[in-house]
């Protein structure tokens, strides 16, 4: 962050100075974790349910850090305010209105929103110093979180942004502005709190509404809710995907034994080919959109196809491909699910495990709605017709994923119900054997325990 005093602060806030005169500088970052504040940091004091931060500002103080913001006084120089993330929103806004030569990339859509946020911090990462923050800081809290690790010599900065309703990036939007808004799909995640796609579309094209007549809107042409945001923008539309209207566009689409996509990529004359360095077939949509923003931001094309065969995975549990000593080979998808992206992974699996066993631990998807029951049945038909080999739902609020892989009836495969993530591991720990390939994935309910197992390799012995 830029440096400012406590007193900036406070007047930028709206907040009341205590036990200071308002001179001490805030030189480090904003942080919300106490462990994390450096020297000359602001503390962001939040009462949980178990700890209240506040109590911790004595020691974030003595450790060096420049006073606490929070909802009262902590006792050390510091800022009292009416609501922490309404002052973490007037701060971001502020300090982005300073950097005027920071240029600010916002990404949406139902699924791939973190690692297409990653391609992009890496390819952007070429023409200069970027921010773009391992993990899923997309809501009031890590958005402006992430603004806020923006400074003078920034020149991109990558936000993700979530939405559970209509006006959530409304909201964020008026927070940061982008100049370049990328919007990747629209699925069946959060259906439950949207009420339907069309919902969900409505949400997600506010980004492209609050874009400036000057920045750019990177839309889905594959996706017909998404392409059709582009009357919603006085932005440039520049539509990417495989389809024939892309103006960036990927053809002849391959995927090796290792899930690996490779396409030919096409904008305007320049052709190359791409080859990723990233599992799952899916990558080649996220790959694309990252790629139009980094020809937007002025990397060339040619360097661009080298670059995009070099972005790996940075926020952990997405994808994350290992394999064990043993041969078997474990694709941790573990981090969140949602019925668009399971089905991606499952794709991923059936590519990867051809000619091998493979195994789907799939748990609940959750924030699906009146859609919870047919969604998970969606995915165990899914995983059933590719033919996957065992499938393993965990816990009972994932039964329907059985019964949906139940109706394919020419399948062959076995389906178990694990009561919680301790049974779904005792069911891979009694039939392991080397060259299987196991998916992991679910909805942040501890499923990435039984990721976390497998990698523990030398607590299994494969049969």
């Given at each position: 962050?830029?440096?400012?005093?406590?007193?900036?602060?406070?007047?930028?806030?709206?907040?009341?100075?205590?036990?200071?005169?308002?001179?001490?500088?805030?030189?480090?970052?904003?942080?919300?974790?106490?462990?994390?504040?450096?020297?000359?940091?602001?503390?962001?004091?939040?009462?949980?349910?178990?700890?209240?931060?506040?109590?911790f500002g004595p020691a974030?103080?003595?450790?060096?850090?420049?006073?606490?913001?929070?909802?009262?006084?902590?006792?050390?120089?510091?800022?009292?305010?009416?609501?922490?993330?309404?002052?973490?929103?007037?701060?971001?806004?502020?300090?982005?209105?300073?950097?005027?030569?920071?240029?600010?990339?916002?990404?949406?859509?139902?699924?791939g929103k973190t690692t297409?946020?990653?391609?992009?911090?890496?390819?952007?990462?070429?023409?200069?110093?970027?921010?773009?923050?391992?993990?899923?800081?997309?809501?009031?809290?890590?958005?402006?979180?992430?603004?806020?690790?923006?400074?003078?010599?920034?020149?991109?900065?990558?936000?993700?942004?979530?939405?559970?309703?209509?006006?959530?990036?409304?909201?964020?939007?008026?927070?940061?502005?982008?100049?370049?808004?990328?919007?990747?799909?629209?699925?069946?995640?959060?259906?439950?709190?949207?009420?339907?796609?069309?919902?969900?579309?409505?949400?997600?094209?506010?980004?492209?509404?609050?874009?400036?007549?000057?920045?750019?809107?990177?839309?889905?042409?594959?996706?017909?809710?998404?392409?059709?945001?582009?009357?919603?923008?006085?932005?440039?539309?520049?539509?990417?995907?495989?389809?024939?209207?892309?103006?960036?566009?990927?053809?002849?689409?391959?995927?090796?034994?290792?899930?690996?996509?490779?396409?030919?990529?096409?904008?305007?004359?320049?052709?190359?080919?791409?080859?990723?360095?990233?599992?799952?077939?899916?990558?080649?949509?996220?790959?694309?959109?990252?790629?139009?923003?980094?020809?937007?931001?002025?990397?060339?094309?040619?360097?661009?196809?080298?670059?995009?065969?070099?972005?790996?995975?940075?926020?952990?549990?997405?994808?994350?491909?290992?394999?064990?000593?043993?041969?078997?080979?474990?694709?941790?998808?573990?981090?969140?699910?949602?019925?668009?992206?399971?089905?991606?992974?499952?794709?991923?699996?059936?590519?990867?495990?051809?000619?091998?066993?493979?195994?789907?631990?799939?748990?609940?998807?959750?924030?699906?709605?009146d859609h919870e029951v047919?969604?998970?049945?969606?995915?165990?038909?899914?995983?059933?017709?590719?033919?996957?080999?065992?499938?393993?739902?965990?816990?009972?609020?994932?039964?329907?994923?059985?019964?949906?892989?139940?109706?394919?009836?020419?399948?062959?495969?076995?389906?178990?119900?694990?009561?919680?993530?301790?049974?779904?591991?005792?069911?891979?720990?009694?039939?392991?054997?080397?060259?299987?390939?196991?998916?992991?994935?679910?909805?942040?309910?501890?499923?990435?325990?039984?990721?976390?197992?497998?990698?523990?390799?030398?607590?299994?012995?494969?049969?």
């Amino acid at each position: 962050m830029i440096n400012l005093s406590l007193g900036e602060i406070a007047a930028i806030t709206g907040g009341r100075l205590v036990n200071s005169d308002g001179s001490e500088t805030v030189s480090g970052g904003v942080e919300y974790d106490s462990r994390k504040v450096g020297p000359g940091g602001l503390f962001v004091a939040f009462a949980g349910e178990k700890q209240d931060g506040h109590d911790f500002g004595p020691a974030v103080v003595g450790a060096g850090a420049a006073g606490v913001l929070g909802t009262r006084d902590a006792g050390v120089p510091g800022i009292v305010v009416a609501d922490q993330l309404d002052a973490l929103a007037k701060l971001a806004h502020e300090v982005l209105g300073r950097l005027p030569e920071l240029t600010v990339v916002g990404l949406t859509g139902s699924s791939g929103k973190t690692t297409t946020k990653d391609y992009i911090g890496q390819l952007l990462s070429r023409l200069g110093p970027t921010v773009a923050l391992p993990g899923s800081l997309n809501n009031e809290l890590g958005f402006p979180y992430t603004v806020l690790q923006a400074g003078e010599k920034t020149r991109f900065l990558v936000l993700e942004m979530g939405a559970r309703g209509v006006g959530h990036l409304r909201y964020l939007t008026g927070i940061a502005r982008p100049s370049i808004g990328v919007v990747l799909n629209i699925g069946a995640a959060h259906i439950g709190e949207f009420g339907s796609v069309e919902g969900t579309a409505l949400a997600k094209g506010e980004l492209v509404e609050a874009l400036p007549e000057s920045g750019v809107a990177v839309l889905n042409a594959d996706d017909p809710l998404v392409a059709g945001m582009a009357p919603r923008t006085g932005a440039r539309v520049l539509l990417v995907g495989e389809a024939e209207g892309a103006e960036l566009r990927a053809s002849e689409v391959a995927v090796d034994a290792a899930g690996r996509a490779s396409y030919v990529l096409k904008n305007g004359s320049s052709v190359g080919t791409v080859h990723l360095n990233v599992a799952g077939r899916h990558q080649v949509a996220n790959s694309l959109a990252a790629a139009a923003v980094a020809l937007t931001a002025g990397l060339p094309f040619d360097e661009l196809v080298t670059a995009l065969g070099e972005v790996g995975i940075v926020s952990g549990r997405r994808m994350d491909v290992f394999a064990r000593p043993d041969g078997v080979t474990v694709i941790d998808d573990s981090y969140n699910a949602n019925p668009s992206s399971t089905a991606a992974a499952l794709h991923a699996l059936a590519a990867m495990g051809a000619g091998k066993r493979t195994t789907a631990v799939l748990g609940y998807m959750a924030e699906l709605g009146d859609h919870e029951v047919s969604g998970h049945a969606e995915v165990g038909r899914l995983a059933a017709e590719l033919g996957v080999d065992r499938l393993i739902a965990v816990a009972d609020d994932a039964r329907p994923i059985l019964d949906g892989a139940a109706e394919v009836g020419a399948w062959r495969g076995t389906a178990r119900l694990a009561a919680d993530q301790a049974a779904a591991i005792a069911i891979l720990h009694d039939d392991l054997r080397a060259d299987d390939v196991v998916l992991v994935k679910g909805s942040r309910y501890r499923t990435w325990d039984v990721a976390d197992w497998l990698r523990r390799s030398e607590e299994v012995q494969p049969t």
